[in-house]
């Protein structure tokens, strides 16, 4: 079974603190994503990797940066958290060609419930 | 107007009863995906399709692409199947639309 973890599933962070939240995925897919959902807003886009090194913006991509140096992982950074960011965190994956989404079925982490206080 | 709309936001039903949740985008799509949410958090892809109708045990899933509408339906329902359930379009190049998701409790 495909598998997407991610590292940290509760999170207490300080205003102001640099926040790394960690996700691997084990089945060799070119597509990751990190989301954000909030209660009556859905699921929103952050970052997406398409390859290692690549990534694009999301629709909410303010305040929050990403990383990929391996397949495998895909990083997001909260540079500076703030109680906006007050959140729960999906990272995701899928296999597709570059810069095409369609007709691959997406894999969920099981999400980090991050609060800054 | 958003451009996946589902309804209902809330459905209670006693157990067996047959379930349909439905799903209306207004956008072009090359997919479209149903997901369930358990409380927790975690998201598991339960259908994608592009035409047609799809099965897994108990829960079918149908897409009408000239009325741009979508229904996922669950027979013989079970407590276990109590989740949100999120309907989204693909359009092409790593964008997903969300719906607000449809929150589904089965009483024994």
């Known amino acids: 079974d495909v598998k997407v973890t991610q590292s940290s599933r509760y999170l207490v962070k300080r205003t102001g603190e640099k926040v790394f939240l960690e996700c691997v995925q084990d089945m060799d897919h070119e597509n990751m994503f990190w989301y954000r959902q909030d209660p009556g807003l859905g699921l929103r886009l952050i970052y997406f990797?398409?390859?290692?090194?690549?990534?694009e913006k999301g629709d909410i991509p303010e305040g929050y940066s990403v990383s990929r140096e391996k397949k495998e992982r895909f990083s997001l950074i909260l540079e500076s958290a703030s109680t906006n960011q007050t959140s729960m965190y999906l990272c995701?994956?899928?296999?597709?060609?570059?810069?095409?989404?369609?007709?691959?079925?997406?894999?969920f982490g099981e999400g980090s419930w991050l609060t800054v206080v | 107007k958003n451009e996946v709309e589902q309804s209902p936001q809330n459905l209670t039903a006693q157990e067996g009863e047959f379930i349909t949740i439905n799903c209306s985008y207004s956008?072009?799509?090359?997919?479209l995906h149903w997901l369930q949410q358990h409380p927790g958090g975690g998201i598991v892809s339960l259908f994608m399709?592009?035409?047609g109708k799809k099965k897994h045990g108990r829960l079918i899933a149908t897409i009408n692409i000239q009325e741009k509408h979508s229904s996922l339906h669950i027979t013989a329902s079970h407590p276990r199947d109590s989740a949100v359930y999120i309907c989204a379009v693909s359009q092409g190049a790593q964008k997903l639309v969300f719906g607000q998701g449809t929150r589904l409790t089965i009483n024994p």
């Open positions: 990797s398409y390859d290692v090194k690549m990534k």
């Open positions: 995701a994956s899928n296999q597709g060609s570059a810069r095409s989404f369609s007709g691959n079925t997406i894999y």
């Open positions: 399709l592009s035409s």
């Open positions: 956008v072009g799509i090359s997919a």
